[in-house]
């Protein structure tokens, strides 16, 4: 199979493109290739002349894989120019029948049809947890958006409990891009023996991922629904740490729902003693999707 996955330079996007290319990859042989749809001129202009190569020097896709607006009009064209099946990896800003296939995440409404696929979060690149510390926890706080208020303080009290009642286990707090600095000075203030802050600013990006190989337990701020995912999809037990909606929304009903599920604890239940428990079944949506795609249509190939 040959693939094309268009990238705009968001880790966020691209980390969803990455999680459905890995395990494409290991159901059959695979060549992929990366390319940057920001040097891409595509619009709905595009469409009303001659296709025009988009590429030269690659191989015909058979698939083409793209997450982020700027990567809609580029995967659309270089399908018309190039051939192959346009998968695109979240809600697209356009009709969902333009494109072969979509997986959507289902809290962005998506309802099950021949081009879409619901998805249960969204898709990422996180491998199931194998290593194990059961006196390690990890501690991850976002931010501010345009779906959460920031009650620093509300965030704090509810740290302090996590680190004041701890017993023998470590514990491991790490900020995000969107976490205000004055959020970060006093996360710093937690530091002691047993407890390690660390600045995202300082760590790579495979961090995450070894971080979650070496806890069993995970505590998230409600606002970070990326996060929460990569902590089902590493299989480790998830706790809820409680930030103020600003609305009911999409986004902001994504906590709760974990929570009325039994994917996660909400930090009152753990109070009131409930103990955190690593999911049943992980997620595996990203695996999920690769053998579903391949079954539509590689298999005979």
Known sequence: MVVWRFCDGKLGHERQTA?????????????????????????????????????????????????????QWPLLAARRAHGGRAVYCMKPGLPTRWFDWCLIPSHDGAVRSSRVEPTVGVLNDIALATGASAERSLILVGGPSRHFHWDEDLVLQQLGSLVFGRRQETLVISDSRRTPASTFAKLRSFARPGVEVVSHQTTSEAWLARTLDQVTQVWVTADSVSMMFEVLTAGRALGVL?????RDDRISRVAPDLIRQGYATAFEAWVAGKVLEAPTTPLAEAMRCAELLVARWFAAH
Request: glycine share 8%.
């Open 19 to 71: 999680g459905l290319l890995k395990h494409l990859a290991r159901l059959g042989p695979l060549d992929s290739f990366d390319i940057d749809a920001r040097r891409i001129r595509a619009s709905a202009f595009t469409f009303l002349k001659p296709a025009t190569p988009v590429v030269s020097g690659l191989r015909t896709p058979d698939l083409l894989l793209g997450a982020g607006r700027a990567c």
């Open 242 to 246: 409680a930030v103020r909606a600003r």
